[in-house]
T-cell receptor
Framework: AQKVTQAQTEISVVEKEDVTLDCVYE???????LFWYKQPPSGELVFLIR??????QNEISGRYSWNFQKSTSSFNFTITASQVVDSAVYFC?????????????????FGQGTILTVHP | DVKVTQSSRYLVKRTGEKVFLECVQD?????MFWYRQDPGLGLRLIYFSYDVKMKEKGDIPEGYSVSREKKERFSLILESASTNQTSMYLC?????????????FGSGTRLTVV
């Protein structure tokens, strides 16, 4: 069975601080996807990034960066110079790979979520 | 702009009532999903559907059923609502073979059963 653990329930920082959200996963699959989603107070989950299990290259997008380490089954998310608008719940998720034969449909398994509060 | 629309943002129902949560997507996606979100538990999959009239149980299907009569609409049914079904319900859809874009989620329905 797949499992995603976000050990940090809540994080509180002051604006402009850097913050890292941890994500550890378990899966028996050799090929899989990892995701990060943001849920602002409006409630709708917003897709941030997807990584393939065979691509361990780290990624940077503006103030966001992701560190994928297959050896430790971790996919951590760092926000540099945090802003008040970054306040949200952040979810890490794991998916099996879709199978055209119909045995897999890319179901997402989510972590518990981390509530990030950025104070002005 | 692609959209997943959930019919109600807030809903209050009585114990024992039959409850319908509706979800409509306008992206011609094959896959649709219902999750419930609870503090400390994240999102848990209730049911999903990969085609019209097709459905599969997720991790916590007990007390729920679903209906997908049209491609764009996926309904979650609580046959007899109970207080432990008070939760945030999120609908999502995805295009088969295009998981690179992840899911598109609706804004959620916050259901309170009293």
């Amino acid at each position: 069975a797949q499992k995603v653990t976000q050990a940090q329930t809540e994080i509180s920082v002051v604006e402009k601080e850097d913050v890292t959200l941890d994500c550890v996963y378990e899966t028996r699959d050799t090929t899989y996807y990892l995701f990060w989603y943001k849920q602002p107070p409006s409630g709708e989950l917003v897709f941030l990034i997807r990584r393939n299990s065979f691509d361990e290259q780290n990624e940077i997008s503006g103030r966001y960066s992701w560190n994928f380490q297959k050896s430790t089954s971790s996919f951590n998310f760092t926000i540099t110079a945090s802003q008040v608008v970054d306040s949200a719940v952040y979810f890490c998720a794991l998916s099996d790979i879709e199978d055209a034969g119909g045995t897999s449909y890319g179901k997402l398994t989510f972590g518990q979520g981390t509530i990030l509060t950025v104070h002005p | 702009d692609v959209k997943v629309t959930q019919s109600s943002r807030y809903l209050v129902k009585r114990t024992g009532e039959k409850v319908f949560l509706e979800c409509v997507q306008d992206m011609d996606h094959e896959n649709m999903f219902w999750y419930r979100q609870d503090p400390g538990l994240g999102l848990r999959l209730i049911y999903f559907s990969y085609d019209v009239k097709m459905k599969e149980k997720g991790d916590i299907p007990e007390g729920y059923s679903v209906s997908r009569e049209k491609k764009e609409r996926f309904s979650l049914i609580l046959e007899s609502a109970s207080t432990n079904q008070t939760s945030m319900y999120l609908c999502a859809s995805s295009l088969m073979g295009q998981l690179i874009y992840g899911y598109t989620f609706g804004s959620g329905t916050r259901l309170t059963v009293v």
